[in-house]
């Protein structure tokens, strides 16, 4: 699985939506959605992230 921009991708996702990145990107994926969406969160954005370590992806998924 190749590399996903991880910004853009999460702040376009509409809620429930889930979309696959590679794992890989995982410990990108959780800083970015600790500390670089702060305006998202502060307006209501809000994401989870589910790892499958034995596929390799991590599922994100929008719940608001």
Do not use: Y
């Amino acid at each position: 699985m190749g590399k996903r921009p991880i910004v853009s991708t999460l702040r376009s996702m509409k809620i429930d939506e889930e979309v696959i990145f590679g794992i890989h990107q995982r410990i990108s994926l959780m800083g970015t959605i600790a500390n670089r969406l702060d305006v998202e969160r502060a307006s209501g954005m809000s994401w989870k992230c589910k790892t499958d370590r034995e596929a390799g992806i991590v599922t994100v998924k929008r719940v608001s």
